[in-house]
């Protein structure tokens, strides 16, 4: 029986279960994010994987333990992909529950030392934003994050009919590789929510909002915007690359 609450919609089209896993390299554990009723995990489980298969519903890993008991090569973990600790040199896929998606992507990036690639199917509106591109309708902090930790690619598009109960939209599932880049994520992040504060202000106006360009009333320091941020102060946030971000940060931060 489907819980609302957890976002399920399990996958049932096996093409589409086939597609994702000939996509996943050899040679690492595969850490497989809601694992469900194992419409996925049958067929890394038979081509010989080494499976970690997390899931959040007890019930569903009971039902798990039962279906792969005689299966050695396969671990069920009754955990929550929004805190789970991934093991190094790992692969993870997953069909993420809508309503947790990108918590458990956030997750997944702050342990991106551990991985080798993430194959994700997410909800596509959540795939628009992931990919999307400066100056685009779907542009916005989370694609800023994620772009800075991962580059993405769309392997493919899966229809509603996919899954059991239908979801009203489409998804996407995702090919992410980490980069090398490091950064201090939670300052990154602060600084994030700071500059799309609003969308339709400038991001002089954002960030002096924020007590960026001016720290506080009382601190003595004075308005300083170099020939950099003359150049972008009467953007809108939504129309900086990651680049440009990236550096307003790093001269934000000292």
Do not use: W
């Not at 489907?2 to 089209?13: C, S």
């Not at 690639?117 to 994050?145: D, G, K, T, W």
């Amino acid at each position: 029986m489907q819980k609302k609450y957890l976002g399920q919609h399990f996958l049932k089209k096996e093409s589409v279960a086939l597609n994702i896993v000939n996509n996943i390299p050899s040679g690492h554990v595969v850490v497989e994010i809601g694992a469900g009723k194992g419409a996925l995990t049958k067929f890394m489980v038979e081509r010989g994987l080494t499976v970690k298969a997390v899931e959040i519903d007890k019930s569903l890993v009971d039902y798990l333990k039962k279906r792969f008991k005689d299966r050695k090569n396969i671990e069920i973990i009754h955990g929550d992909g929004r805190d789970f600790i991934f093991p190094e040199d790992c692969v993870i896929v997953g069909n993420l529950p809508y309503n947790v998606s990108k918590r458990i992507i956030r997750n997944i990036i702050l342990q991106k030392e551990k991985i080798v690639q993430a194959i994700l199917m997410v909800q596509r509106e959540v795939a628009e934003v992931m990919l999307a591109l400066p100056s685009s309708s779907h542009y916005n902090r989370f694609s800023v994050f994620v772009q800075f930790h991962f580059c993405i690619k769309r392997l493919f598009s899966v229809p509603p009919d996919a899954f059991f109960p239908k979801p009203k939209v489409y998804s996407s599932c995702l090919l992410m590789i980490p980069t090398k880049t490091q950064i201090d994520n939670e300052g990154f992040l602060s600084f994030l929510s700071k500059l799309f504060l609003a969308r339709r202000k400038t991001v002089y106006n954002n960030l002096r909002k924020a007590g960026l360009f001016f720290p506080c009333a009382d601190s003595g320091q004075k308005l300083h915007i170099d020939e950099f941020f003359r150049d972008i102060k009467d953007k809108r946030p939504q129309e900086l690359s990651g680049e440009q971000i990236l550096k307003m940060y790093e001269i934000c931060r000292n």
